[in-house]
């Protein structure tokens, strides 16, 4: 498995994972989430869980069960923890640790290291066994709901370590704190190269031109995706300029305003033969990942975003993105570098002109955008960082460490 | 035999203090308090993070981009954190560059929500590249193909453990050349990304290995 990630990966990351094998070997690293399908977290936990193990690391992964109430009460948590006004009563909390405890007791929670992700899970620590625990939260913690979080710190304070995607995530506690990234896996096949006649063969089955240069968002029909303000840059840009823009997305099973958002965003095109709204089934990654390759320009125009790995993605496949300054996208996009930030519609508008116009400009910006990611966004990277956070638990106090 | 160069190179992880500023006057406050591995990594560290070479330290970087207050971005940018022996004096050199702008400007500008300035540390991890150098080529060779973060390591961080980098230190120990020493101490550390430095090196020590391996009317 790693040696796949040879030539692609940064050698520095791989060197290093070798060497935290070598003092990791043999011991446990139990990772605990809530669902073995379905989103991020399950994504990268499917091809992280090989490397690890690879490493002579012995790398287990468990699911927690709970039911529909369950369910819904971590939603609300989550959704409270992202600034939604939300009531979670004491009934409701009750019931999340009772859950907790009854998977505590039929799991087997004995590692060397336990890596428990996002809040479902979080009262497992009540019954934490001797190796080191670590809370991973993936979640946007810069503007909880008021009362969410000191709840949420009672089970915290407990780790001995809790992990954020960004610094501005992270909370006062008095136990160590790292800020871990996501990232991307580019043996995925959301990101794996594709053969010329792959994506050209994707991009006509849409009925898409070929002939004519591509600007693309995907995302889902969302309204901080801002798809109407997208498709206003985009007749901004052809007055002078013959492109077609794609709004390309899934629908979220979980976001019941996903059909009204994009009979809007219809609506809105008013015909134009030139915009295509793509609603893809779910599971379209090789599709997704073929409407990228064939992009000139591709956009993340959001208004308020999680970390926005769709960024990465993209510019994985050496494009330049234009992104709104929101969420993490500043962190993936250095401006006037590897892409561009913008923070209006007209701003959007402008950098795509822009690039349409300085075809080797924007060739130089995707490549060291594709260089960006390589060193920053990649999924041996990220569990070059697990394993690094284990190791620095175990050897507290210290800050600079010699393998 | 001569003492070999051992390459090593190093990755750091941030670490939050789950501190934040959202003026220039919170800034200060908690500049006062934080502890050095935060000083450490908001003024040494500056380089690790590939920014465009517009500033030289996250609080200058801060004071330009998210407060617009160029003038105080300008001069912290001018604080050279190698000509301080402690990391309180370099503490005390950037709140004396804060308080006389706040006694200028009382009433700063409040950055952007999600703009707020974090104060971070860092984990360092230290390894072998498995390369070594035992002559001038071989160093040369070395510093062409090493990871970026092994430049990093011998030529910023060195700085902090021994007062110079660890190249200069090689070739003027070891090795017994002064002046193709002092030629590399004399590379603006704060000017250039981290493959121009590498460039820099490389350059300087081509030089004197080219004008040495040429003979009376030799040319290369």
């Known amino acids: 498995m790693i040696e796949k990630y040879h030539g692609i990966s940064p050698k520095s990351d791989l060197v290093l994972l070798q060497k935290l094998g070598e003092r990791l070997a043999g011991k446990s690293f139990l990772h605990i989430n809530s669902t073995r399908a379905g989103g991020g977290v399950a994504e990268i936990l499917h091809r992280m869980i090989p490397i690890i193990s690879e490493l002579g690391i012995k790398a287990r992964w468990e699911v927690i069960e709970g039911d529909e109430l369950f369910f819904d009460i971590t939603k609300k948590i989550h959704n409270s923890l992202q600034g939604k006004a939300e009531s979670i009563t004491g009934e409701m909390w009750d019931y999340h640790r009772e859950v907790n405890r009854r998977n505590a007791a039929k799991l087997d929670l004995g590692a060397d290291a336990v890596l428990i992700h996002d809040p479902q899970p979080i009262a497992l620590v009540e019954s934490k066994t001797p190796g080191k625990w670590l809370w991973r939260c993936h979640i946007d913690l810069s503007a909880p709901w008021e009362g969410i979080w000191e709840h949420l710190s009672r089970y915290c304070s407990k780790y001995d370590a809790a992990i954020f995607s960004v610094a501005k995530f992270a909370q006062a506690m008095h136990i160590d704190e790292f800020i871990i990234p996501p990232s991307i896996d580019p043996l995925s096949a959301k990101n794996r190269e594709m053969t010329p006649q792959e994506i050209r063969d994707a991009v006509t089955k849409y009925g898409l031109p070929i002939d004519r240069p591509m600007i693309l968002q995907v995302s889902r029909f969302d309204r901080f995706k801002d798809p109407v303000g997208v498709i206003e840059a985009f007749r901004l840009v052809r007055k002078y300029n013959d492109c077609v823009l794609v709004l390309a997305g899934s629908p979220a099973t979980d976001d019941p305003e996903g059909e009204t958002v994009l009979n809007e965003v219809r609506n809105y095109t008013d015909g134009d033969p030139d915009v295509f709204v793509l609603l893809l089934p779910a599971f379209s990654d090789e599709d997704i990942n073929a409407l990228q390759r064939a992009a000139t320009v591709i956009l993340q125009k959001s208004l308020k975003e999680g970390f926005g790995l769709t960024v990465s993605e993209a510019m994985w496949k050496g494009k330049p993105v234009i992104g709104g300054a929101v969420g993490g996208i500043p962190l993936q996009i250095m401006h006037g570098h590897n892409g561009f930030l913008v923070y209006s519609v007209e701003g959007a508008a402008f950098r795509v002109r822009q690039l349409l116009n300085d075809p080797s400009r924007a060739e130089a910006m995707g490549g060291k955008a594709r260089e960006y990611i390589r060193n920053n966004f990649l999924i041996t990277r990220q569990t070059r960082d697990y394993l690094s956070a284990w190791f620095a638990v175990e050897n507290k106090g210290k800050n600079v460490l010699e393998l | ?220």
């Not at chain 2, 035999?1 to 992880?13: A, G, I, R, S, V």
């Not at chain 2, 101490?185 to 080219?210: N, V, W």
């Open chain 2, 1 to 220: 035999m001569t003492e070999p160069f051992d390459f090593k190179q190093c990755t750091t992880m941030l670490k939050s203090t789950g501190k934040r500023a959202r003026n220039l006057r919170e800034l200060r406050e908690c500049i006062t308090v934080i502890d050095e591995e935060s000083m450490f990594h908001h003024t040494f560290q500056y380089f690790l993070k590939g920014h465009l070479l517009e500033y030289t330290n996250d609080f200058a970087h801060w004071a330009g981009e998210s407060l617009e207050e160029r003038a105080l971005s300008e001069r912290l940018s001018s604080i050279d954190p190698y000509e301080f022996d402690t990391m309180e004096s370099l503490r005390k050199s950037i709140l004396t560059v804060i308080d006389d702008y706040l006694k200028k400007f009382p009433e700063p500008r409040q950055a952007m929500a999600g703009d707020e300035f974090y104060f971070n540390q860092t984990l360092t991890l230290i390894f072998s590249s498995g390369i070594r150098a035992r002559n001038l080529a071989e160093c040369l060779m070395g510093i062409k193909y090493v990871d970026p973060t092994s430049i990093y390591y011998h030529f910023f961080e060195a700085r902090m453990r021994l007062g110079a980098d660890d190249f200069s230190t090689w070739i003027a120990g070891p090795l017994e050349r002064k002046s193709l020493a002092e030629k590399i101490r004399a590379i603006d550390p704060f000017m250039h990304s981290l493959e121009e430095i590498r460039q820099h090196l490389y350059d300087t020590i081509e030089t004197e290995l080219k004008t040495e391996m040429k003979t009376p009317g030799g040319e290369l």
